[in-house]
């Protein structure tokens, strides 16, 4: 790889995420945007000119024929298996978005491609960049925190109907994957991985309380976590308020000290909202400015933005470096393991124990079947 030439990425998916990453690679010395790629040629048309883009393609052939280092997929969510492993193949690495796939299987199978191939496989976890996100993972390993015993997520959102409407891929689970739980909660699902270690057992329920009329997945979702350390966690998570009051992770530790780490408003950088380390105890009133309560998706999106160019930054760098991006395939399949052992229970009724070689849930023994 010639250091002194900057990397040509192309862009799969011409939605609204796809704007962050344009922008953020046209801000970027070390990278350019050569080429987009969309199924609707005229969307593809209209973003290359939008962004300054050289080339507008329907097809991976077009696209992988332009001579590329890297893509970004910004598919909807079903889409991003085919999207990584074709990549793969052609010997180009990917950046894609969040979630990395809507099952743990598919997850498996753009791992192992891009091991295959010998290409990097990164995942845009954005928050994870956020310095207060980054102080919380340096307390869990310095000792502030120390080993985390509870943690908790909290995701209170308000999605009006419009926000289905507008893109008609959503809520459903053929295109989408999954509700609140697949496209919102799995950010700070992944944050509270990253904090807390392995997920190995889940028990969780579902519900589609507000959107049915216009949704087929959920909703509404609560769940319990446990982790391999033998830490436990809670998760909530809606899109039926009124208000949009943000998202939160909390992790507690063995030193007795709590973090909290507030999002709001939604796509507002996430800061402190209570450390309780000794000598450094603070707290703030993360929701004292109410105007800022229902930011409509654009908000939310621009707000991102300078997030997704960091991790971008970081990309260009871990590619140049050799080394794993900030958020591999297989740290970003834990918060999928999660969401989808999460479905898993729902429907049976069951505790899922993840098997962390592999999707399937483990049979529990008669002694657990007598537990429950």
């Excluded at 950046?95 to 891009?114: S, T």
């Excluded at 992944?190 to 057992?201: F, I, K, N, R």
Aim: hydrophobic share 40%; with cysteine.
């Amino acid at each position: 790889m010639n250091h002194g030439t900057p990397l040509r990425f192309g862009i799969i998916g011409c939605g609204r995420i796809a704007a962050n990453h344009a922008l953020a690679l046209a801000g970027h010395p070390g990278a350019e945007a050569v080429a987009c790629l969309d199924a609707d040629l005229a969307r593809a048309d209209g973003f290359a000119r939008e962004h300054g883009i050289g080339h507008a393609v329907s097809t991976p052939e077009e696209l992988y024929g332009l001579g590329l280092d890297a893509v970004v997929v910004c598919t909807p969510h079903p889409h991003h298996e085919e999207a990584v492993v074709r990549a793969a193949g052609h010997g180009v690495h990917a950046l894609c978005e969040k979630p990395i796939a809507v099952d743990p299987a598919a997850a498996d199978r753009m791992i192992a491609a891009a091991g295959a191939a010998g290409t990097t496989l990164g995942v845009v976890f954005q928050r994870r960049l956020w310095p207060a996100a980054r102080r919380i993972r340096d307390a869990v390993d310095d000792g502030t925190l120390g080993r985390p015993l509870a943690g908790e997520v909290r995701v209170r959102l308000h999605r009006p109907a419009e926000y289905y409407s507008a893109d008609p891929w959503r809520g459903r689970w053929d295109t989408d994957g999954g509700g609140v739980l697949m496209t919102q909660a799995v950010h700070q699902i992944d944050l509270l991985c990253w904090y807390m270690g392995t997920p190995v057992a889940v028990a969780g329920l579902t519900a589609t309380q507000k959107h049915g009329d216009h949704i087929e997945v959920e909703d509404t979702a609560a769940a319990a976590l446990s982790f391999a350390s033998g830490a436990v966690a809670t998760v909530h998570a809606h899109t039926v308020g009124s208000e949009n009051l943000g998202n939160l992770v909390s992790v507690t530790g063995e030193s007795g000290a709590t973090a909290s780490l507030l999002e709001y408003p939604e796509g507002g950088e996430g800061a402190i909202d209570l450390w309780t380390a000794p000598g450094q105890r603070h707290t703030a009133d993360g929701y004292a400015d109410a105007s800022a309560a229902t930011p409509d998706l654009a908000s939310i999106n621009a707000g991102l933005r300078p997030f997704h160019s960091l991790q971008i930054a970081d990309f260009v760098s871990a590619l140049r470096e050799g080394r794993d991006p900030a958020v591999t395939g297989r740290e970003a399949r834990d918060s999928l393991a999660v969401v989808d052992a999460v479905y898993t229970s729902c429907r049976t009724g069951r505790t899922v124990h993840l098997d962390r070689g592999g999707p399937d849930p483990l049979p529990r023994t008669a002694e657990e079947d007598r537990e429950y």
